[in-house]
């Protein structure tokens, strides 16, 4: 099993910045990878971004290009989403979830964060 716990959502005006957290605690030697998807009100849940576990390989998606920046620390269990030019479609829960290697979904969820933009 696989513990993921968010923070660093809030409440910003359009154009500003905010940085996620993503704690993960338990199981984590083979996780694969790790992302950050968002479910706005009244929408389906949605791909942000995503980062290899042991390897540099990201991908986003189109939406946030150029704004929105994954990372991770494997030393701190912890990935990160740098969020910057925030626009008020940005706002929504924002989840954390890992994939195990061999799976070819993502099995673990975080509890989600809120991310509203004011306009």
């Known amino acids: 099993q696989v513990q993921l716990v968010e923070s660093g959502g809030g409440l910003v005006q359009a154009g500003a910045s905010l940085r996620l957290s993503c704690a993960a605690s338990g199981r984590t030697f083979d996780t694969y990878a790790m992302g950050w998807f968002r479910q706005a009100p009244g929408k389906e849940r949605e791909f942000v971004a995503a980062?290899?576990?042991?390897?540099?390989?990201?991908n986003y998606a189109d939406s946030v290009k150029g704004r929105f920046t994954i990372s991770r620390d494997n030393a701190k269990n912890t990935i990160y989403l740098q969020m910057n030019s925030l626009k008020a479609e940005d706002t929504a829960v924002y989840y954390c979830?890992?994939?195990?290697?061999?799976?070819?979904?993502?099995?673990?969820w975080g509890q989600g964060t809120q991310v509203t933009v004011s306009s």
């Open positions: 979830a890992a994939r195990r290697v061999g799976a070819d979904e993502y099995g673990y």
């Open positions: 980062i290899r576990w042991y390897a540099s390989t990201t």
